[in-house]
């Protein structure tokens, strides 16, 4: 190897070691500055967290308990009671147009349909039966009646107004 050779080797190695020192360098300079800043936590994610985390029940205890459960009981009630289905009619054709039609008309999931075949025999268990299947639901050797059509949001009396819409109505 010439002379020129080796100056170049060793300037070229110095400067590659510079750089490789240089650049350690930096990287310590901005982990240590990383380190050093506060974390600042994004407000929606926070939110979310305490979603996540926050308890699913509460627990009632004592007389204080009680009055709460009572209380929280109570305010359940009204909530389910101002959600009534239907704007809360008690109209028959109504409810059966809007609910029930879907599986009464077709016969969909061995539902009867409206004709005196299907329904004499049913209507012969009496009405208080009737009432019974539609609000609790039943399930038979033909198919499945869900409580309340499937609808909870429905009064016992919206259910016995259909009922006795259905029954009024079979051909």
């Not at 050779?5 to 240089?22: A, H, P, Q």
């Not at 350690?24 to 967290?49: C, K």
């Not at 308990?65 to 009671?81: F, I, M, R």
């Not at 959600?83 to 809360?88: D, E, F, K, L, T």
């Amino acid at each position: 190897m010439r002379n020129y050779d080796l100056v170049f080797l060793k300037k070229f190695s110095m400067l590659i070691g510079f750089l490789v020192f240089l650049m350690l360098s930096l990287i310590l300079a901005a982990l240590y500055i990383n380190g050093s800043l506060p974390t600042e936590r994004d407000p929606l994610m926070q939110h979310l967290t305490e979603e996540r985390i926050a308890p699913v029940g509460a627990v009632y205890a004592g007389q204080t308990g009680a009055a709460q459960q009572a209380a929280a009981s109570a305010a359940a009630a009204a909530a389910a009671a101002s959600q009534v289905a239907y704007g809360g009619t008690k109209d028959g054709s109504v409810i059966f147009g809007q609910l029930c039609s879907g599986c009464h008309a077709s016969g969909a999931g061995g539902a009867p349909t409206l004709d005196h075949a299907h329904w004499d025999a049913r209507i012969a268990k009496g009405k208080d039966t009737l009432y019974d299947h539609a609000i609790h639901g039943f399930q038979g050797a033909a198919g499945v009646m869900p409580a309340k059509g499937g609808n909870p949001a429905l009064t016992d009396d919206q259910v016995k107004a259909t009922v006795d819409w259905i029954t009024s109505n079979i051909k």
